[in-house]
């Protein structure tokens, strides 16, 4: 069940409450055990959720989860201040420095990053025209909740607080959570870059991994020194269930910290890369290979069954990507389950990793079909791939006074020329290439 959080204290919350009622059928109760003014007298249930509304404003109210029937999850309907204009937001709550605005100091609520997610998908299906959709950092209260949380807002001003359509579109967002779990076995935490996480947003929005609490880089400036606050940074972890941070900006003594607490900074390329690929299988293709942020990339064979590292022929993998440089990156994926690559990861690298049911023969005879865009005949044979082709030969030309220039050019795509009154033909100045790439 979801607990709906509303303040009398905050104008666009209350005009949220509104909207939800009205956008469901909604059972009215009476709760005689609690004071109205926390969340006692008149509440409401429906499929999934609960409603029940507080006189404090949200980020003051701790332990809000007491006042509900077992909640899986907390969400705060809140209003969003900010020069930001029309915006439609949700965060996590607490603080990695001083308490300046509810909640404890270096305290932090458990995040849902999973339904966090699915709430800015929400926003982008509901939001009225004008209105940006996005997220923001980890910030004010509070710290104790109860259950995982999070502020679903309506920002960023009064004109936005009253628009019937704006909480319609953040009410609709919330009652879309309905069934949808708090966590997410693919979450990291996000370190550094501005109040409203374009990184992570990113992430968010675009990949298979959710984001839990963020430290912006004023979060960071007023946490301190990293390995004073190891208490913090772990708690940032374990809060949001989550293994693996991406740092946003230049933060050395912050991944010293993380590494050593057991955690792994990765990059935003590392989560685009390993989308929903098995962890495990990540973590021993990293081993055996090379890391992903060094270019390893993921090929289209699975390693359900294991896989086995073998070494790329080098010259056959340059010439079929002088070929067609995307064809043979094709030809490598098709047959691989990660292959190595350099240069931003434009370039084939040396070695890839099979499937244990598959062979490096495989990958051959791909890069082989490429070859044979290029040449006339390509077979294999004793232990090497052998290409054949009859070619411009500039040789050839020279010998039978054809200047460099043009009319190389000419000869070369198969045109006739004329030399001193006499015509020379493609076919006088061809000649048969044969190439041999050992594998």
């Not at 685009?272 to 098995?278: A, K, Q, S």
Request: glycine letters at 10%; a negative charge.
């Amino acid at each position: 069940m979801i607990a709906i959080l509303v303040s009398r204290a905050d104008s666009a919350s209350e005009h949220l409450g509104e909207r939800l009622l009205e956008l469901a059928g909604w059972d009215r109760r009476t709760d005689d055990t609690r004071p109205d003014a926390a969340g006692g007298g008149e509440y409401y249930r429906t499929d999934g959720f609960e409603l029940r509304t507080f006189d404090d404003l949200h980020l003051y109210v701790d332990d809000a989860a007491a006042a509900f029937d077992d909640p899986d999850l907390l969400v705060f309907a809140s209003r969003h201040a900010g020069e930001t204009g029309p915006l439609l937001t949700a965060h996590f709550t607490g603080n990695f420095g001083p308490a300046e605005y509810g909640g404890e100091s270096g305290d932090l609520a458990a995040a849902c990053p999973n339904a966090h997610a699915a709430v800015v998908d929400a926003f982008a299906d509901h939001a009225p025209e004008g209105y940006e959709v996005g997220m923001e950092c980890t910030h004010h209260g509070p710290s104790a909740v109860g259950v995982p949380s999070m502020f679903v807002e309506l920002g960023s001003g009064e004109d936005e607080w009253d628009d019937p359509e704006g909480a319609r579109a953040v009410a609709r967002s919330i009652l879309d959570l309905r069934g949808v779990a708090p966590d997410r076995d693919r979450t990291l935490v996000g370190f550094g870059g501005g109040h409203y996480a374009p990184r992570f947003t990113r992430i968010v929005r675009e990949t298979d991994w959710a984001v839990g609490h963020v430290a912006a880089d004023w979060c960071l400036d007023a946490m301190g020194d990293p390995e004073s606050n190891r208490d913090v940074i772990r708690r940032a972890f374990e809060e949001s269930g989550a293994s693996y941070a991406v740092v946003d900006g230049d933060y050395p003594a912050l991944e010293r910290t993380v590494a050593d607490l057991g955690y792994r900074v990765v990059s935003e390329t590392w989560v685009r890369e390993v989308g929903d690929r098995p962890l495990d299988a990540v973590e021993a293709l990293e081993d055996a290979l090379t890391t992903v942020d060094d270019g390893l990339r993921f090929g289209d064979r699975s390693a359900d069954d294991g896989f086995d590292p073998v070494s790329l022929p080098a010259d056959l993998v340059d010439e079929a990507q002088g070929i067609d440089a995307e064809a043979a990156r094709a030809a490598v994926a098709g047959e691989t389950v990660a292959f190595e690559t350099s240069e931003n990861g434009n370039r084939l690298g040396a070695s890839a990793a099979v499937p244990a049911d598959g062979s490096r023969d495989a990958v051959v005879d791909a890069l082989v079909a490429v070859l044979a865009e290029g040449y006339d005949e390509v077979g294999r044979a004793d232990g090497a791939v052998v290409a054949r082709e009859t070619a411009f030969d500039p040789s050839l030309a020279r010998d039978l006074g054809v200047p460099e220039g043009p009319k190389f050019g000419r000869l070369s795509a198969g045109e006739p020329v004329t030399v001193d009154g006499e015509t020379v033909e493609p076919a006088d100045v061809r000649a048969e290439r044969t190439r041999r790439f050992d594998l």
